[in-house]
């Protein structure tokens, strides 16, 4: 049996976060700008187009149920097929654990006279 947690649903999609519905059950939110920050990235890395929301945002579940990018093509090595172009992806365990549960992002009341606003 495999009990690595997959990408079963994107719910949504904003700058630098995707909140998504595992196969556990749980919605979580996984935070990319933390992690943005922490690869330092430079022009010729892999996830440097991820640092422009206008790529970020086409976030799709791939093969392995897993978040991938298809407008972010890089190339590898496989070792049957040589080079080879795919969608970028990311290690749906790895996500997983990168991830906060949706309680964590509660609503707030700021005051009784406005709105209640989404706060972490």
């Keep these: 049996m495999n009990d690595i947690p997959k990408i079963i649903e994107i719910i ?6 995707v909140t998504c519905r595992w196969s556990t059950g749980e919605i979580r939110v996984i935070d990319f700008e933390k992690k943005i920050k922490e690869w330092k990235l430079s022009p010729g890395d892999n996830a440097y187009p991820l640092l422009n929301y206008e790529n970020f945002k086409y976030a799709t579940i791939g093969e392995g149920n897993t978040l ?8 590898h090595i496989n070792f049957s097929k040589g080079e080879i172009t795919s969608p970028l992806a990311f290690c749906p365990e790895n996500l997983y654990h990168d991830s906060q549960p949706i309680n964590n992002f509660r609503l707030v009341k700021i005051r009784k006279s406005e709105k209640i606003y989404a706060s972490k």
């Design 68 to 75: 991938c990018w298809p407008n972010i093509q890089i190339k």
């Design 12 to 17: 949504k999609i904003e700058p630098y976060k």
